[in-house]
Each structure stands twice: as C-alpha cells, then as structure tokens.
C-alpha cells in the first residue's frame, strides 16, 4: 500500500473528523492548496464548498470547523477570512520521514499496486544493419525507466526489444549490397558499410523509381523463404546484434525478449483467420482490410494485393502473441510521437475482435532529437552515433571530474557513469511528448539542470556521512524544526506520490525534475547550515543527510543512472 506521510493526507485526515462525514477524504484531498508563502502555512483548506451546504458566511464556516480540529498534530492552525491555513508539526513530521527512509533504505516509496502482475514493455527496437543512433537513445532509456518504476510499484516488469529485423528496407540492403558491396568491406566494418550502402540505395532511388520496385521484390523473395535473401539478411542481423549489444552493456540496459518483427513470421496467418472468422476483413482494391470508421481511424491494411503483410499485422499477432506469453496487465508500447496513428489502428483492431485486454493496450509516445534544430535521419546519413557519443561524454565528464578530485580512485569507471548517466539523464528529464536540441556540453555539465549536478550532490551528501563517521541509528529520535531542513523534508516525504504519479503518466521526467529539485534545495541547504556542529541536533541533520543521498540514490536508479558515492 502506498505510504501516506504527506502533510496533505494528515491534514484531510483531521479535516474528515471535524467535518463528521460531511465530504470524502478524496473530496478534501481534492480541494486542500499549497500556499503560495510559507507565511501562510504547509497546506490551506478552503470553505468555499461548505457555504451552499450550511448556508453561513464562509470566515463564520471556517472559524468553527477550525475549532473542532485537533491541534495537537499540527504546530498551529490559522484562520485566514475563507481559509484554514495549517502549520505542520515540524518535529513530529521530520521525525516520522527520516525514521522511515533510515528503516526502509532504498525501499521508501515500494507499494504492491501490481500484486506481481505484468507490464510488457516494448521498447528500443533499433532497427538491424543500421547504426544505433542517438535517435534510439529516447525508446531505450525511457522503456527501461519505465520498467524500474512500475517494478518498485510491485510488478513484474518484461522488457522486449522488437528488433526492426524485417520489412522493405532488407529489400533495399539486399539490392544495394548485389550491386555495390564487398563481403570484405562489411566484414572489416560491418555497421559502417552496411549504413553506406542503405544511404546509398536510398540516394539512388530518388533518380532511379525502378530500385524501389526491384527492393520490393527482393522484399518478397525474403518472406517466401529464397535461400540466397535469408542468407544476407541472416548474416546483416548477426553482425548488427553484436555492436548492438556492447552498447546496450554501455549503457546498463538489459532484456527479456528480444523476439522482432521476424519472430511473427508464423504466427501471422493466425491473427488474419481470427479477423477473417469474425467478418472483420473486407477487400478493398485487391487488399484486404479491417474497416475502422466507427473509430474515426483509416482501415487497417492488414495484407497487400500482392500478399505483402504489414507492421500491423505483424503488432496484432506480437500483441495476442504477449498475452498468451505473459498475460500482462498493460502492455506498454515506448514508440516515437509519428507512430501515433499506427497505435490508434492497433487498439482499435483489438476492441474489433473483443479483447478486454485491448483497454491495456498503451502507446506511450515521445517527441524527436534534433540537432541544430534538424530532423535527424539514417536515410539521409544525418545520424548522431550513440557509441561515439557515449565516447565522447565519457571525455568531457574526465575533463570535469578531473578539476574536482584529480586522485578519484576507480577513476575510469565513475567517468563512464557520470557520462553515460549525463546522456540518459538528459534525455529523461525532458517531458516525454517535448523533443530536445542535442547538446552534449550541455548534459554533461556539472552545473545547471543535468544529471551529473544530481550525481555530485549526492556523492556530497556522501562524503558529509564519510566525513562525520555516521552509522544508521533506527532507535533515535531525528526532530528537525528549522525551515531550512523543513523544505527538505516536505520533498523526501513526497517520493512514494512521486513514482506513483510517474507510473500513472508513464512519464520518468517527473522523476529527473522531483531530483533536481531535491538536489537544489540539499545545496542550499549545505551552504547555510553547519551540519557537522557539535550540538543535539546533529545526529538528525545527519540523519536528513542520509535521507537526501538514499532517495537521490534510489532516484536515478530508477532512470537507469548510477550514483557514484565519489567524484
């Protein structure tokens, strides 16, 4: 169950009593505010809602209600004209935070929503004999964020890479190699060589139509099972897969599946008899389709004239497919904004056969990578390389950390943590649907919005505990009432409805943002406060200190970034 320690829900709480039943404790959490200056309190209750019902002025409302509530949880409670303004008890509250994050670790914010169940999580699915460019960075790092959060919500996260291992484009390699590759060329730099050919069959085709034609049919002879097109397209995936996996190891992602587009070769033919069955198909100029008006959607090409099946067909046989698999519980597609229409039409096709199990269907969209300001595109041999990218990041964080702490041992491996996190943090902490303009110095910039400020304020915070020798110490008392750490406490109590409205949304930003924010207020906090004075309340700024490294920890976890406890 989720834990509830916010001021919020202690304040609904008390007003719930005083109100004896009048409105629901969601009808009161519903209607509470957050002042605009502390000088008005933690949390304000506005009777407004109330003056209808009794029929009184609302200051008369507020004063009485007010006097029924008891004050002992709360330091005071003020009336302001229509408003009960509540000052949170900042010792008790303080108290009962970092006693819980000191008790549960990394695990304050865990609840069982998910009972175990499922959450399939399609996701990176870089297409083979391409390079992995920094346009795949969005899908991976946001799946695997995604699986992290809804694992700490108490499911069972499978990650699935649907490799783009299939389609027209093996037609245009294939033709592209028989008429300008080298089996040395692409032996000796097979990524490369094999990106050279595909921009270049793709050039070619602008001035020459027929190209796509001949690609179309090679496409063709591919699906029907011609042993010289199985041979190329066979050996094309298996020089892909090996650099695809050494930077999936780069960058600390792993999978469950990773079954693409080819592994539903065989189990098409089922999806198109269900449609078929249930008088779903029709025939529209030699195609067959699934008419989808009722939806305000195009229909659904479910298979060409000429027999050629199509991303959807293959998606509804992948989506039936994973719930025989792994009966999930929401079955999450990480695919760019552009396939928005593609989504809507599979949904849609679902519901026409009568799955329940289509309302757990969700494309989770994002916006595009520019650089410059430019569309980034294979076709065009307009990429960003990923492995290059990384490489340099982990230069740039050298330089950075290098200023800071030139003797850092384990210096190699905190480098490609603070690089690699600088990319993926950056990328994360942009709101999903929003694209971003690429800028390496700027994400990796210890300075400003970046992962690698978050990431030193936490190895800070560590080396404070280092510092001052501190031990986890569950049996004392951690009392704060300063405002200086209370701005602290009212975000660490927040975690649990931080990942909670991040899995609601499908959205790791409101994480990347929950850290920045935390991280700003620690340093404030580090420059005003003396935290290592000799007095009674140093075991708890201590302890608060803890509290801020654990969820910054635990934190980029869950984005997929690690938190060296040095830099």
Known sequence: MLKELNEKNLV???????????????KIKELLENPKSAIHGDVAFPVFSLAKILRKAPNVIANSLASKIRINDFEKIEVVGPYINFFMNKEKVSNEVLQQILLEGGHFGDFNEGEGRNVVIDMSSPNIAKPFSIGHLRSTVIGDALANIFAKIGYTSVKINHLGDWGKQFGMLIVSFKKWGSKEAVKAHPIDELLKLYVRINAKAKEDPTLDEEARKWFLKLERGDQEARKLWKWFKDESLIEFNRLYKQLNVSFDSINGEAFYNDKMAEIVNILASKGLLKISEGAAIVDLKKYDLNPALIKKSDGATLYITRDLAAALFRKREYDFAKCIYVVGNEQTGHFKQLKAVLKELHYPWAEDIYHVAFGLVTKDGKKLSTRDGNVIL????LK???????KQIDEKNVNLPNKEQIVHKVGCGAVKFFDLKTDRMNGYDFNLDLMVSFEGETGPYVQYTHARSMSILRNANFFVDKEQTHALKDDESWKIVKLLQIFPQIIKRAADHFEPSIIAKYLLNLSQSFNKYYAHVRILTEDKEKAARLALV???ATILKEGLRLLGVDAPDKM
């Open 12 to 26: 609904a709480y008390a007003l719930m009593s005083a109100l004896d039943g009048m409105l629901s404790l969601e």
């Open 386 to 389: 990923l492995e290059a990218t």
């Open 392 to 398: 340099k990041a982990d230069e740039k964080a050298l």
């Open 546 to 548: 803890y509290a801020v």
